[in-house]
T-cell receptor
């Protein structure tokens, strides 16, 4: 199916474990983003990528690692999960970051760290 | 730093009412503003994108306006229906060093009761 898909949709893990959230888009959008959504904080940008092999930090990057070897994939890795990383994670993409750029979101990955 | 505020935080209206959701932002140097809808447990769905050079956009019963100079946008929903119940978020795409990194408001929770 076309669009942007995230996996897994739900994940429970333990403190200290490594977790990778996957994001795949079929539009060949250059720009991709990872946000986390928490009550009281709204949506906050973790990392973004302007193209394959180009990534940069957002507002809350600590404890996360990203890579982008292919345009269509943008995985987010929690190297050593902490309870504070319990959240809903959203991947998004857009064709351009300028005026005409409409942002499209995936369905989200709900992560619980015990 | 760009800040986005949405008022009211929650709104409950009877079916059929016309309503207005407000979004204000602190830095008028933006590329665009986007309105999203989020249903419980779901991702964000793009409703309308207003480019910085535009004053308004319309889609069906939705109309969004943008006043960059005053840092305001409104989302007008005509003849509201129970199916419109959701959280509505606005997001600003700023330029400069923040280009492409959307800043989100906290959202307005809308309930339309029959």
């Amino acid at each position: 199916d076309a669009g942007i898909t995230q996996s897994p949709r739900y994940k429970i893990t333990e403190t200290g474990r490594q977790v990778t959230l996957m994001c795949h888009q079929t539009w060949s959008h250059s720009y991709m983003f990872w946000y986390r959504q928490d009550l009281g904080h709204g949506l906050r940008l973790i990392y973004y990528s302007a193209a394959a092999d180009i990534t940069d930090k957002g507002e809350v990057p600590d404890g996360y690692v990203v890579s982008r070897s292919k345009t269509e994939n943008f995985p987010l890795t929690l190297e050593s999960a902490t309870r504070s990383q319990t959240s809903v994670y959203f991947c998004a993409s857009t064709i351009t970051v300028y005026a005409t750029g409409e942002l499209f979101f995936g369905e989200g990955s709900r992560l619980t760290v015990l | 730093k760009q800040e986005v505020t949405q008022i009211p935080a929650a709104l409950s209206v009877p079916e059929g009412e016309n309503l207005v959701l407000n979004c204000s932002f602190t830095d008028s140097a933006i590329y665009n503003l986007q309105w999203f809808r989020q249903d419980p447990g779901k991702g964000l769905t793009s409703l309308l994108l207003i480019q910085s050079s535009q004053r308004e956009q319309t889609s069906g019963r939705l109309n969004a306006s943008l006043d960059k100079s005053s840092g305001r946008s409104t989302l007008y929903i005509a003849a509201s229906q129970p199916g419109d119940s959701a959280t509505y978020l606005c997001a600003v795409n700023a330029g400069g060093t923040s280009y492409g990194k959307l800043t989100f408001g906290q959202g307005t929770i809308l309930t339309v009761h029959p």
